[in-house]
């Protein structure tokens, strides 16, 4: 059995989005070939892979004929299994994204009246967010404010209003103007509240603006998506049959108007633990992103040694897509 909560909790940020007019909220809310809302950068995505997979588990007696004993079929199932866990890196990278859209889309969310909880996500202290039994995601600043510098932990949950106005009361508007580009439209918040939170400067109007503040909703965003950055650890434990697929990830912080512009999203092995039986897999070689546009795809190569009745060598290679190419080959 997989310990994972994060295909669960892919699917419920968008619902603070949910049933919002496409005019107010612009962007987009799931990955797409447009850079989402907060977006502060727009990186071109890789051209998708065509090209079937090449896959050698099917051919598994031919490849490994010079190393192979017994049932070969048996000893590839560990491969089999390895890939499948991979998927999580997709789930997760994703799941991050759509946290991001929902952070950036705090203030909207307040005047549409959405919740802004997102069951599977906890806020647990310290900057710490739990994502299911999987990730944690850990969030600290972009950029210097008045009570910390770039690099320290945001001490509240940004996912609160009164984080970042108390007593608030939040209002949208929205305008339609045709400029030199063409039809232009507008999004407009009006914030009044009785005080302010720590993350008020976060929102880009210093530490003390006056009750009643008009702000467009895409600068908030955008400079929201600047503030903040996510450094996320992925741990997972994936039992299949007699497989335990275990690998510990980690993800350098990344402002999420990075993410939400498209730049790929590294992910750093620290520890793997993958066996069945007296099989092992010892992992040769690492270079993996997750890459945010158009539905989440891996880009990167994985090189590993499978240690049993005999062994043989497996290189999994991610050309901006969901499923590898799988080779196989005798040491």
């Avoid at 939040?170 to 039809?183: C, E």
Wanted: with cysteine; charged share 15%.
């Amino acid at each position: 059995m997989r310990t994972s909560l994060c295909a669960v909790s892919l699917a419920l940020a968008p619902m603070l989005l949910a049933g919002c007019p496409r005019g107010l909220v612009g962007g987009s809310a799931s990955g797409s070939a447009s850079v989402q809302v907060g977006a502060t950068v727009s990186i071109p995505d890789p051209p998708a892979s065509t090209a079937t997979p090449i896959d050698d588990r099917g051919q598994a007696e031919v490849k490994l004929a010079a190393c192979a004993r017994g049932d070969v079929a048996a000893q590839v199932t560990i491969v089999s299994d390895f890939v499948d866990s991979c998927h999580e890196m997709i789930v997760c990278g994703g799941l991050t994204n759509q946290f991001g859209v929902a952070i950036v889309s705090v203030l909207l969310s307040a005047a549409l009246g959405k919740d802004l909880a997102i069951g599977s996500i906890t806020y647990q202290g310290d900057g710490v967010y739990k994502v299911g039994d999987v990730m944690t995601m850990t969030l600290v600043l972009g950029r210097d404010t008045s009570w910390g510098k770039v690099g320290d932990v945001i001490p509240f949950d940004v996912m609160r209003l009164d984080s970042y106005f108390t007593e608030a009361t939040v209002t949208a508007s929205a305008s339609v103007s045709i400029g030199p580009g063409g039809r232009e439209t507008k999004q407009q918040l009006t914030v009044s509240f009785a005080g302010v939170g720590p993350g008020v400067e976060l929102l880009g109007l210093g530490p003390n603006p006056a009750s009643g503040v008009k702000v467009d909703f895409h600068e908030v965003a955008r400079s929201l998506g600047g503030a903040i950055q996510t450094a996320n650890v992925i741990t997972v434990d994936d039992r299949k049959g007699e497989s335990h697929i275990g690998y510990h990830l980690t993800s350098a912080p990344q402002r999420f108007g990075e993410l939400l512009g498209h730049a790929p999203q590294g992910m750093t092995l620290a520890s793997v633990d993958a066996t069945r039986g007296t099989q092992r897999i010892e992992v040769t070689g690492w270079g993996m992103q997750f890459q945010p546009g158009s539905s989440g795809t891996l880009d990167g190569t994985i090189d590993l040694t499978v240690h049993g009745d005999f062994d043989y060598r497996v290189h999994l290679g991610y050309p901006h897509r969901k499923e590898p190419d799988v080779t196989l080959a005798c040491p």
